[in-house]
């Protein structure tokens, strides 16, 4: 196998039968937003959970903290949040850069924008707007072009 051909997963097919055409790179677009959500689902409850053991009791007693000691507490609620979103995004991103034909880290980028823009728009409907949210899209195609640049060299 040539370095640069892409190893398919094995599919059974019926005698006779011509094989499908390849997908076209916005169907693994989709798909890897599809990853990146199942991905990022359990590590979001991981990172929940770690978030507020770092944050102890402090997190109940929040108003009665100073500026400084406030902001540790957001950011040990944050960075474990931050960390499953770039998980999961890479993981997504390298999914369409690895099985899907003609795809480019690009592709993968796009998957992750997507997600960042869904969890972004959901994000403001329940909290409405601030300005931290903004990240998510940022992060999550940054990590989603990781992942397809990893995929891609596979």
Same mark, same amino acid.
């Given at each position: 196998? /040539? ?5 398919? !997963?094995?599919?059974? %097919?019926? %005698? ?13 677009? #989709? ?12 590590? /979001?409850?991981?990172?929940e959970a770690v978030g507020r053991r770092l944050a102890g009791d ?10 400084? *000691?406030?902001?540790?507490?957001? *950011?040990?609620?944050?960075?474990p949040q931050a960390v499953a979103l770039v998980l999961a995004a ?10 899907? %034909? ?5 592709? /993968?980028?796009?998957?992750? !924008?997507?997600?960042?823009?869904? *969890? ?7 909290? #409405?707007?601030?300005?931290a949210p903004l990240v998510v899209p940022l992060l999550a195609m940054? /990590?989603? *072009? ?9």
């Amino acid at each position: 196998m /040539a370095d640069n051909e892409k190893r398919r !997963l094995p599919v059974l %097919q019926a %005698q006779g039968e011509e094989p499908e055409e390849a997908r076209p790179p916005w169907h693994w677009v #989709g798909f890897g937003a599809v990853a990146i959500f199942v991905a990022w689902l359990p590590l /979001a409850w991981i990172a929940e959970a770690v978030g507020r053991r770092l944050a102890g009791d402090r997190l109940a007693r929040l108003g009665e903290l100073d500026h400084h *000691a406030r902001l540790v507490v957001y *950011a040990e609620l944050a960075v474990p949040q931050a960390v499953a979103l770039v998980l999961a995004a890479m993981a997504g991103g390298f999914l369409v850069t690895k099985f899907g %034909q003609g795809t480019r880290r690009r592709d /993968a980028a796009f998957a992750g !924008l997507a997600v960042g823009l869904l *969890a972004l728009g959901l994000t403001f409907a329940q909290a #409405g707007f601030s300005i931290a949210p903004l990240v998510v899209p940022l992060l999550a195609m940054g /990590a989603a *072009a990781a992942g397809g640049a990893v995929g891609a060299r596979r």
